[in-house]
């Protein structure tokens, strides 16, 4: 019998002993054994801080985004052997799309969001804030990457997504990680893991696999650690109780499985596209994957008036889905991942029948197609009836990880989100509605009891993900039972692997240390127009002070023809009497315009490509006629990007202060101005 490996300090290996068998869940058959015994966990910990850690802390974010994006390609070159080995889990084709697919378009989203970050191994978090009349004295804030290591216990349920869609985020961020999947699903992740050792594109000690128990890992986490965990909210806290992650605190981000909900609004009737998009929705996530996901839907909500006409179309929507063997393509749900967690489901039903009644489907009988239902952990699903939701704190309480779903009543809204709010806490709630009112008061009620909310009516119905499809870059997580943590949700998520550092000092030397030219630096002066510079040339300050322009009435007149803008605070003849000016002033645009025209150098060809967009633009300062601007012109920041194909002109985003300064050396307009620059 075959024996799963763990892929620690550099190497494959075999844990000691028999281990824990895991078996196919759709015949019943043994596929291997999982055994950490004789690891030696803290080595493995100390691998990753001492060999990955560094390895990926010296690459730059964009090193970092271009490793996912070669490895997500890489894992596409693979897919046939993973959805084999995921129809032995039960999961149907479409079920491990989401799974398999899903979790390489985490790598894919955290690749591109490269570009949002730095060509460097650290960031800049948030805007600079001066601290001294003079300028002399100012603060910011840094975000390094961790120097431990990001320790992932992941479920069962998604045993690829649940990989990748955390790592995705720590490698990012600079960090190494280790990950212990659900022993029962390991088989999968281990498939996937030996694929990405055997491409190389991590460097050594970025990615260790654990199959089996987690043994004594987590006492030896420090406080440059982060640990996740993805299960049943008892075993997170047992977790998160742990002394060294006490002791060291540890971040730990949690989450757990909840009781999500959806509501339908007192405005969808039979007969509305949200009707029919409603029942959709429901049956979809009491089926797929066998409903075995954290995110699906476990307590159903609607007026009390249309409680029969949504149980009889429930239950015709659930008879039509064919259950049975994945690898026929007539089965639309397949069955649970082994016997033990069907066995658990069953449980935590009896739990919720002593004051709800089954409406649809058996406990004990399954109809399948090309499947034995003494072999296989299939079950039929299970929807149930409460009439008194607000006097039944079971179904509030009580999660029956399976195709199991309970419909209750409710009267108005109010009762609405206060029985969304009964289950403290959960990953993700959906209203179906087709009333603006409605969405706003459920989101504003509900919203702080819920990680996320789906807005679902007719307009984005074709294009929503659904009720049950966390995002990459889109928090993922939850209040209370949920877990209190969050994950993923693009930057906010990578920030969650760094340490956040405020620094104090002068613009220089906060300049000298970010590699991000300050307000209140010393420009350097080259001599040359920064526009005849290559990107590899110019130095972040380079900085250019431009001769003098004089704004004129005849200026201010020609821009208003030109641009059509004839606000009435641009025209002489204006009564300026209990306005904010003095008399007649200067677009700001014009300003912006005539600052150009100071420091664009246009006489020849020259490095510069194009004007790339204009950030942060503010105008400070009234400007009349009779004024005199002249331009400091600092280079603030350097994007070097990547060549797309060979044939691409090797270049850079350059980042530049435009302070728009009047003839007493105050600034009337400041933004930020990037151009697209050749490299050599």
């Given at each position: ?339 033990s967690q069907r066995e658990e489901v069953k449980a935590q039903v009896q739990k919720l029948l002593a004051s709800s009644q089954l409406i649809y489907g058996s406990l004990d009988s399954v109809e399948l197609i090309d499947a034995d239902a003494t072999r ?305």
């Amino acid at each position: 019998m075959a024996k799963l490996e763990n892929f620690i300090l550099g190497k494959w290996i075999a844990g000691d002993g028999d281990g824990q068998l895991l078996y196919d869940a759709v015949s019943g058959e043994t596929i291997a054994s999982a055994s950490t015994k004789g690891i030696d966990f803290a080595a493995v910990l100390r691998y990753a801080r001492e060999k990955g850690n560094p390895a990926l802390r010296k690459m730059t974010f964009h090193e970092r985004g271009l490793m996912l994006r070669a490895l997500a390609i890489y894992l596409r070159e693979h897919l046939d052997g993973f959805y084999q080995l995921s129809y032995r889990s039960g999961a149907t084709r479409a079920d491990s799309w989401v799974d398999i697919e899903g979790g390489i378009g985490n790598l894919f989203s955290y690749a591109s969001l490269r570009r949002k970050f730095p060509d460097e191994s650290f960031c800049l978090d948030g805007e600079n804030h001066p601290l001294g009349k003079q300028n002399t004295f100012m603060g910011h804030h840094l975000l390094l990457p961790k120097e431990g290591v990001a320790i992932h216990i992941n479920a069962f349920n998604f045993p690829v997504w649940g990989m990748l869609e955390k790592i995705a985020v720590n490698l990012l961020a600079g960090v190494p990680a280790v990950v212990k999947p659900a022993t029962v699903t390991s088989y999968l992740t281990e498939a996937v893991v030996k694929k990405i050792i055997a491409s190389g594109i991590l460097p050594d000690g970025a990615l260790q696999l654990i199959c089996g128990s987690a043994g004594d890992l987590l006492q030896h986490v420090t406080e440059q650690d982060v640990v996740t965990f993805t299960g049943s909210a008892s075993t997170g806290l047992l977790l998160k109780s742990s002394p060294a992650i006490l002791a060291n605190n540890t971040p730990f981000t949690m989450e757990a499985d909840s009781l999500n909900c959806i509501v339908l609004g007192e405005d969808v009737v039979p007969g509305m596209p949200e009707w029919d998009i409603f029942i959709k929705e429901v049956r979809k996530e009491m089926t797929t994957k066998c409903g075995q996901k954290c995110t699906a839907i476990r307590r159903i909500f609607v007026p009390d008036n249309k409680l029969e006409d949504v149980q009889i179309a429930l239950g015709k929507a659930l008879a039509q889905t064919t259950i049975g063997n994945p690898l026929n393509e007539k089965v639309r749900m397949g069955s649970l991942a082994g016997q033990s967690q069907r066995e658990e489901v069953k449980a935590q039903v009896q739990k919720l029948l002593a004051s709800s009644q089954l409406i649809y489907g058996s406990l004990d009988s399954v109809e399948l197609i090309d499947a034995d239902a003494t072999r296989g952990a299939f079950m039929s699903p299970l929807l149930l009836l409460n009439q008194h939701p607000f006097n039944s704190p079971a179904v509030h309480e009580v999660e029956a990880f399976g195709p199991v779903s309970t419909l209750m009543p409710y009267h108005n809204l109010e009762e609405a989100i206060a029985l969304a709010k009964m289950g403290k806490g959960s990953l993700v709630s959906s209203v179906v509605t087709a009333s603006p009112a409605i969405a706003k008061q459920y989101v504003l009620g509900a919203g702080t009891y819920h990680g996320r909310i789906l807005v679902l009516n007719e307009a984005c119905a074709r294009e929503s993900t659904g009720h049950g499809s966390p995002l990459p870059l889109l928090v993922h997580g939850g209040p209370g039972r949920a877990g209190g943590g969050e994950e993923m949700g693009g930057m906010r998520g990578v920030k969650h692997y760094m340490q956040r550092l405020a620094i104090q000092g002068s613009p220089d030397m906060i300049t000298a240390i970010s590699n991000v030219y300050q307000p209140g630096a010393k420009g350097i002066q080259t001599g040359k127009h920064p526009f005849h510079q290559y990107f590899d040339e110019l130095q972040i300050g380079e900085q250019l002070l431009t001769e003098k322009r004089l704004i004129t009435t005849e200026d201010i007149d020609r821009f208003a023809e030109l641009s059509g803008d004839h606000f009435y605070a641009h025209k002489t003849a204006t009564d300026f009497n209990g306005t904010m000016f003095e008399r007649q002033v200067a677009h700001g645009y014009f300003i912006m315009s005539a600052a150009a025209g100071l420091f664009v150098s246009s006489f020849e060809k020259n490095p510069v490509l194009l004007n790339y967009g204009i950030d942060e633009l503010r105008f400070t300062k009234p400007v009349y006629p009779g004024a005199e601007i002249q331009v400091r012109f600092t280079c603030k920041e350097k994007i070097r990007q990547e060549q797309k194909e060979p044939t691409d002109i090797p270049k850079g985003i350059v980042k530049w202060l435009v302070e728009i300064l009047d003839e007493t050396g105050e600034i009337t307009g400041i933004g930020t101005i990037l151009t697209m620059v050749e490299r050599r």
